[in-house]
């Protein structure tokens, strides 16, 4: 199993910290925005007077169930009654159920690079090749033409595996990338696994267009969706999987019987999350949007830098001046400070399959407050002109 | 992925209820006993003035590890340092991570007949064979001489994988059996997978001997365990998986890594469950002797019937004077009723590897209270008197 890159810093990020240096922390999309008090109440009212924290139905609670379809996915356009929706542990869990259900050992799953590295994990561990579809970060990563579909397409081919908006690269697809994708999933009987946890993270003003919203593909896709990371619960671990395939659904409901059920108290904080006030949502989104905007004025102002200004997620793909981010990433932690103070980012390398491609690009998540950020970026620009590795 | 055969009774039970009638559940291990109050009160102390609830670290809050290590394991002479246990998504991710570092697709694992019917459903999933050696209800379940293991042993053979106490059977390994199983391991080079979710219910005046405590078997052994099992807190998701074997702890990780962390909520109500008082322990158990008693007193009086008392957890297999167990069981939820009342008991045939063993045996699961108990051993006994396949 391969290491994590993004993990191999850690141990100097301990270190410095060890040694007294603050390090921004650009490198891990743990977002620091309030949760929703609604939701925390929810824990607290069911604390109280609890005679014990039983199991809950595999599939999850019926009432959240219920509720993140009348409260959360109708207003959204997404129509899925109680036999199309399974409570996870998180994201994490309805993506790995999702890539099982769609592919055996041996087949092949279309990905569109730079994509989340735990894609890489999780297809390694189910002996499931990825085949990445190129794009370029200097064209916004736009997704080419569906002949460069076609060029990776095999009989192995099981699926099609996209992340909407897009971790690393914030990248959100259009709607007509999304019908084009969906054309070539139905054309040859492709699951679309669509990994849509950071759909509230959005920073345009058209609605996100869901895979589930694509005419036709009703049968192939197949939603990886977090609750806990749309409300800033990211450690209630509490996400779901949603496919109008009963096939798809029987077999994630027998994947859901093998760890018996959800966290519950994650699922009580979940079902006081969905009385959230869309006043919440607006306030992250425009949190959000200065968060990005401070980063990547603060990056493309610097020598040799190109930044591209993504329309969702919290985080950025980035291209910088130097040899190697990875060796860069870890100088920053080693070697260089200033006042003490150093930045942590991710090396985008392990984001590609192409070899080669993206050596010199770094993940920025954009999650800490604006002074903070601002402080970051100031000492980033400082690394890049004393790097010994520039280029 | 074959289809459980505990779970392909719900829906009988779920029509049954839905008719009115009440079903005596002794189909599931989902206990009755009250959480401990020191476990829900330090989710309330979190929650209170909780700003956001983020990530932990993938192997779990630092406290918790460090509690797990001096206020328990410490005590129950199992002697580890931090890099040593690792915080899991409840004992199933524990077990299921352990299967995935002993073996890799093709190899095999040797188990003990009757076994945890989810053991198969993860071998599946990785492509591991389950071996399984043999043992006779009417003997107690008495593990066999080492030769029945060496029969089962070949160059694919990577682990032995053992649950004590035993769900299903309630049955308790003795020091004795430990030490021949370890024995076996060390000369094979084999891990030990020592589920051990059931430790803290024991029903003897000895105490639990641990797969941990076999000695020179250090490298070999890799311990799965619940921490919401032992506190009644089964839906707070929290177990851990130990191993003294380095190796095996670095792949433990890269596997905790692909799914960020475990529940927190669940976290913080370990925490708080480490101080839980002896005293608690002695109800419980207490609690449980009795009932144990009263299930296995009354299963014992009925025609027929042979049911041994088991030592450990809050199971018993049972055998039935029945054609076939699965059958018996879904006519007791779709045909049989006493004052509009049946029972729900769990086929054992999945237990078993060997064909055609266990098709008369059920699973019992005492977790009802006494007055209750008896109840659903009165309208079983009535049961089986009227059941058309009684043989």
Redesign the interface.
Same mark, same amino acid.
């Given at each position: 199993?391969p290491?994590?890159a993004i993990?191999r810093l850690v141990p100097f990020s301990e270190a410095a910290e060890a040694q007294g240096t603050k390090v921004y922390h650009l490198n891990?999309g743990?977002?620091?925005?309030?949760?929703p008090s609604c939701?925390?109440d929810a824990?607290?009212d069911k604390?109280?007077n609890?005679?014990?924290?039983?199991?809950?139905n595999s599939a999850g609670l019926l009432q959240l169930r219920k509720d993140l379809i009348e409260k959360y996915y109708k207003k959204i356009g997404i129509d899925i009654d109680l036999s199309e929706i399974l409570v996870t542990?998180?994201g994490?869990?309805a993506f790995?159920t999702a890539m099982?259900i769609a592919a055996d050992?041996g087949d092949e799953i279309i990905v569109i690079e730079p994509f989340y590295t735990?894609y890489n994990?999780?297809a390694f561990?189910n =002996?499931i090749t990825l085949k990445a579809v190129p794009t370029d970060i200097r064209d916004d990563f736009r997704i080419p033409g569906i002949e460069e579909f076609e060029k990776l397409y095999s009989p192995r081919t099981k699926a099609v595996l996209i992340s909407n908006p897009c971790n690393p690269s914030g990248k959100l697809f259009s709607k007509e990338e999304m019908l084009q994708i969906g054309e070539f999933c139905r054309r040859h009987d492709l699951f679309l696994i669509s990994d849509e946890v950071y759909r509230e993270f959005c920073y345009t003003d058209e609605p996100h267009f869901s895979a589930m919203s694509i005419p036709g593909c009703e049968q192939n896709v197949i939603l990886v969706d977090s609750v806990?990371k749309r409300y800033?619960?990211?450690?209630?671990?509490i996400g779901c999987i949603i496919s109008h395939n009963k096939d798809v659904m029987a077999?994630a409901l027998?994947?859901a019987?093998?760890?018996?059920?959800?966290?519950?108290? =994650?699922q009580y904080?979940s079902i006081g999350a969905l009385d959230t006030p869309q006043s919440y949502f607006d306030e992250v989104k425009a949190e959000y949007i200065r968060r990005r905007d401070c980063a990547v004025d603060a990056l493309n102002k610097m020598e040799g830098v190109f930044c591209p200004r993504p329309l969702g997620a919290f985080y950025t793909v980035v291209e910088l001046p130097v040899d190697d981010a990875s060796s860069f990433a870890k100088w920053l932690l080693t070697e260089f400070r200033v006042d003490n103070q150093t930045v942590m980012i991710t090396p985008a390398e392990s984001f590609y399959k192409t070899e080669g491609v993206g050596k010199n690009h770094a993940r920025i998540a954009y999650v800490l407050e604006v002074p903070e950020l601002q402080k970051a970026m100031a000492i980033l620009e400082q690394a890049l002109k004393q790097y010994p590795g520039r280029v």
């Open positions: 199993m290491a994590s993990r891990v743990a977002p620091d925005i309030k949760s939701a925390i824990i607290m604390c109280h609890m005679h014990h924290l039983s199991y809950t542990v998180a994490s869990e790995a099982q050992q735990n994990t999780f561990l =002996g806990s800033n619960l990211c450690g209630a671990r077999a027998k994947f019987q093998s760890r018996l059920c959800p966290p519950v108290l =994650g904080a």
